[in-house]
């Protein structure tokens, strides 16, 4: 948060003066020319581990293992984005479709580097922090869908959705032609004229 308060100019002027708070490492993952507002949100709870995993949520009687993988696992943000199976399958399955980029490790850590690595405006960055956003939403929704309402998707449908959540906002999205937008339709399979 900022602080405010009260600043005096060497003109004798009295103004309300801000002291700028610590950036996050994480702070190039929210926004861009792709977001979609609702998985930026879930990404922002995600990102700050705000998320009503079990872990977090104590003197509950239910099982406090993950309903994604079995129950194997206690329910943490750490196991679900992405140690848990089914997330690191997702994770794979984009991997192999659109050349996603991840590293196997805590999720602090995996997004401080994702942050390093896709800043910037460059559509292939824009593109990666878009469907990291939507794949965390999608696995969260997929968490309280099985928890809440006993359904279940398999890992490649949830990965299907991310994917073409982001696919549909590229291609609603006004990018003038260029050699990066050649490059994001060519690695996305999209259409390259758009009428």
């Known amino acids: 948060m900022d602080f405010r308060g009260w600043a005096v100019h060497n003109s004798g002027c009295t103004c309300v003066a801000t002291t700028p708070s610590t950036q996050v490492p994480w702070r190039w993952l929210l926004g861009g020319k792709f977001k979609i507002p609702r998985h930026d949100f879930i990404l922002w709870l995600a990102l700050l581990e705000r998320l009503s995993t079990l872990d977090r949520l104590w003197m509950m009687e239910q099982d406090s293992g993950c309903v994604l993988c079995g129950r194997l696992h206690m329910e943490s943000h750490d196991h679900l984005f992405f140690k848990c199976p089914f997330s690191s399958h997702c994770i794979s399955l984009l991997k192999a479709a659109v050349r996603f980029q991840w590293l ?29 956003a939507s794949l965390v939403y999608h696995i969260w929704s997929e968490r309280n869908r099985r928890r809440f309402s006993s359904t279940a998707s398999s890992a490649p449908i949830v990965a299907r959705k991310a994917i073409e959540d982001v696919k549909l906002r590229i291609l609603s999205t006004s990018v003038p032609p260029s050699l990066q937008r050649s490059v994001l339709y060519r690695i996305w399979k999209l259409p390259s004229d758009r009428n």
């Open 104 to 132: 196997d490790v805590r999720w602090a850590r995996a997004t401080t580097w994702a942050s390093k690595r896709w800043r910037g405006s460059h559509l292939l960055n824009a593109a990666a922090r878009t469907l990291l």
